[in-house]
């Protein structure tokens, strides 16, 4: 079969010369998941249909193509290199990804690597430098890494998610490079889909909690082995605040929160939030306390094993449970699976129905520290107990959890923004978790001074996870804010994905 792509084709972005770091050659990178790799080539674009493939990528000479696949050698060809890739494990079609660009690489270990642009190689290199650790965390928590070669391409800022499940070879966001190994945990997430969701599958876009859910699960269990259970418990929280925050803004009775929403004439894309991935959790984490932990982690593995391959739907779960529980728990085992609530776990939509409390040892210091300055809001300077050591002592985590602590106590005074703004200097940090969770918060008051720190970061990078909700808080921001939300969009056309382009626009209704 012979065929063509376009420049309409959802899942490639083609970056010019000035778009890159080296600002030389051209750029292109894949973004299938969930419906675009039917713009790539003609296939059965379902993940209920696993492939293995092989490809022959011919690319001009200097630059290098990397597949999510084993690398089986290259030739040179006149002008061009001709690379060969083979993946032999079967993949759901979304799972397929190209990139074309002047690459370099770091070796991480004997099966993990790092590929960026020549100029951000050694930064890289050095964010990156524990992937081998995690991956063998991963191994010990789960089953054996079956992929051959776990390698990690940090793409340009256009990319529009934090990280990308191509297995062989994760595709990252640069956003994650805050230059002291803080926002890793993606890393984590990545790895750990490497069984849920690469290897298990769900068998539609209605089943996404069983890679999203299973794999952020995997990802804090990760995190707590690495950095301990605070670490994990604290994530939890964030993730249960990021969970209400998405069921606010579509609507609690709106079925697309549902943990199995009905698709039905919908674009996955559309129906894309935190949904999946905290409400799965929390399910999971509901079933380990409920069955408890060393049950659980002995189910989690039986789990992967009975799946590997597969493409599955929530009642295939469900049935392995209760399969599971009979033949190995006693009947109290059995009442403990049927006293869950499944039907309004999978079928309502909201928050989840069961109340849950995280240990708040971790949020301690956070929640002070922004009960201190909602006290000191009428003030005209910070307490001097408000200084700058106390806040660049909290992690990336618990700075985060202040700043969403400090927004939900009610409307900030300008001047008590103003303050924040002068001692911890939050508009210039590199931490890009940090620098939006105060532009939103900023931008939720009303702060105009904000607004070209905004636009900056919307011009920076085009990751959705900062895009959206920064273009909706700005456009809230009166008729200024929503003519510079525009304008940026307006300005940054070029530069964004296109699946960020369309959903943006869709956010301000242009």
């Known amino acids: 079969i012979e065929y063509a792509t376009t420049a309409e084709s959802s899942a490639i972005q083609f970056l ?19 419906i675009h790799t039917r713009s790539l080539f003609p296939c059965q674009d379902s993940p209920s249909v696993k492939i293995a493939y092989s490809a022959n990528i011919r690319v001009p000479k200097p630059l290098t193509a990397l597949m999510s696949a084993i690398a089986t050698g290259s030739r040179v ?35 993990c690597a790092v590929w960026s642009e020549p100029e951000n190689i050694d930064a890289c290199a050095w964010e990156f430098a524990e ?56 890393i984590a997430h990545e790895i750990a889909h490497s069984w849920s969701g690469n290897l298990v599958t ?29 670490a994990r418990q604290l994530g939890m929280s964030l993730g249960h605040k990021s969970l209400s925050n998405d069921i606010t803004l579509y609507g609690s009775d709106n079925q697309l929160t549902a943990l199995i929403p009905d698709l039905s004439g919908v674009n996955p894309d559309d129906a894309y939030s935190r949904v999946p991935y905290e409400k799965g959790s929390l399910l999971i984490y509901h079933l380990e306390q409920v069955l408890g932990p060393v049950v659980w982690n002995h189910i989690s593995k039986m789990y992967i094993r009975e799946f590997s391959g597969c493409s599955i739907g929530s009642g295939d779960f469900y049935d392995f449970l209760k399969r ?39 949020q301690k210091a956070s929640i002070d520290l922004a009960e201190r300055w909602w006290v000191a809001r009428d003030s005209a300077n910070a307490p ?26 009610g409307a900030l005074p300008r001047s008590l923004l103003q303050e924040l703004e002068r001692v911890y200097g939050l508009s210039a940090v590199r931490n890009c978790e940090v620098r939006f969770g105060w532009l939103h918060l900023a931008l939720k008051n009303g702060y105009e001074a904000v607004f070209g720190a905004t636009a900056l970061m919307l011009g920076e990078q085009g990751r959705m996870k900062y895009t959206r909700p920064l273009y909706r808080a ?23 994905h296109p699946i960020c382009l369309r959903l943006v626009a869709s956010d301000l209704g242009l």
């Open 384 to 409: 001097s107990d408000l200084a700058a050591e106390q806040f660049e002592a909290l992690s990336t985590q618990q700075k985060v959890l202040f700043l969403s602590v400090l927004g939900d106590k």
């Open 131 to 186: 992937m081998e650790t995690t991956l063998q965390v991963a191994e010990e928590l789960i089953t054996p890494y079956l992929w051959g070669r776990y390698d990690l391409l940090v793409l340009p800022p256009s990319f529009p998610f934090g990280g990308m499940e191509n297995p062989c070879l994760t595709f990252v966001t640069p956003t994650l490079l805050a230059g002291d190994r803080s926002l890793t945990d993606v």
């Open 16 to 34: 010019t010369p000035e778009q890159t770091l080296g600002k030389e050659h051209p750029y292109l990178f894949t973004q299938c998941q969930p």
């Open 77 to 111: 060809d006149g002008d061009s290199t001709v690379f060969s890739f083979e993946q032999a494990t079967t993949i759901p079609s979304y799972l397929v990804a190209l990139v074309v660009g002047n690459l370099a690489t770091a070796k991480i270990s004997d099966r």
């Open 474 to 496: 700005l456009a809230s921001c009166g008729e200024q804010g929503r003519e510079l939300a525009v304008n940026t969009l307006e300005a940054h056309r070029g530069f964004y």
């Open 202 to 230: 769900a068998k539609n876009w209605e089943h996404f909690w069983l890679n999203e859910g299973w794999t952020t699960y995997f990802e804090r269990r990760i995190v707590a082995r690495l950095s301990g259970e605070d």
């Open 324 to 362: 599971y529980v009979r033949h190995y728990l006693d009947e109290a085992g059995e009442r403990k699976l049927d006293a869950v609530d499944w039907d309004s776990w999978f079928k309502k939509p909201g928050m989840p129905p069961v109340t849950f409390q995280f240990d708040t040892s971790p």
